[in-house]
């Protein structure tokens, strides 16, 4: 099961979805201040996000997966009605962007399974720049948000922060950053929702594991090196060296 675009754009403009909205970005912000003169791709359903960087960032894009579907939105005129769209469909596996030729890649509402997780990050490195740089928004297994059905975040396989770190570093990333977010109840309680802010505050500090979502900041790394012993010569003792080898891109380059 996975959320539906249309369903994820009706979430988003609900008084929940809006809450939802604000403390998601508040993160994503924290990360990316600013991103001025670069260039952005959203993976997934990430357009609520992508607005504040519009005016800043040379292009921002929205890439939406084929099995998700797609809906309008135009990075002019306030993401909504008139504007040329800047949204695509893709594959999970394969983005219509060229190698090498992104700065940013954020991803929110584009992991559903494992394989899908692996050819996310697959193809984000392929696109990202040497200096990329690369944030994914992925359901908490240890929140509650993941453990209800009628949410966005209760759609798809949910990941342990430990689990996130590892398939990045299995595709040649490294872990920068990371935080939780989405303390307060999935409830569309008003007064719950209005204090939603507080929720965060103590959540955080007192409850950080059981966050709605984890978030996580990583790098693009383009060297790989191990380490091997080098021979003794003379009295000098043995020392090891560093091998390093560039990663060669196999796949749609």
Request: net charge positive; hydrophobic share 45%.
């Amino acid at each position: 099961m996975f959320a539906q675009a249309p369903d994820l754009k009706d979430f988003y403009a609900s008084i929940q979805g809006r809450v939802v909205q604000r403390l998601l970005r508040q993160r994503i912000q924290a990360f990316w201040p600013a991103l001025r003169g670069q260039r952005l791709i959203g993976v997934g359903y990430t357009t609520p996000f992508l607005r504040h960087y519009t005016a800043e960032a040379e292009r921002v894009v929205s890439l939406m997966p084929a099995r998700q579907g797609a809906v309008f939105w135009s990075s002019h005129e306030g993401g909504d009605g008139a504007g040329k769209s800047a949204v695509a469909l893709c594959a999970e596996e394969s983005w219509p962007i060229e190698t090498s030729t992104v700065d940013r890649v954020l991803i929110v509402h584009g992991i559903h399974d494992f394989d899908g997780l692996e050819a996310m990050l697959q193809e984000s490195w392929r696109v990202l720049t040497g200096q990329g740089r690369l944030i994914l928004v992925v359901p908490n297994r240890s929140g509650i948000w993941a453990r209800i059905d009628n949410s966005p975040f209760g759609q798809g396989v949910p990941y342990s922060m430990g689990q996130i770190r590892q398939a990045l570093r299995e595709n040649l990333f490294v872990p920068e950053q990371q935080a939780r977010a989405l303390f307060v109840p999935p409830t569309k309680s008003r007064l719950i929702l209005a204090t939603a802010s507080l929720f965060e505050k103590i959540g955080a500090r007192f409850f950080n594991a059981f966050g709605g979502v984890n978030i996580v900041e990583a790098s693009k790394q383009v060297y790989s090196g191990h380490l091997v012993a080098a021979a003794a010569r003379g009295p000098l003792v043995a020392r090891r060296r560093i091998v390093v080898s560039s990663r060669i891109t196999s796949r749609n380059s």
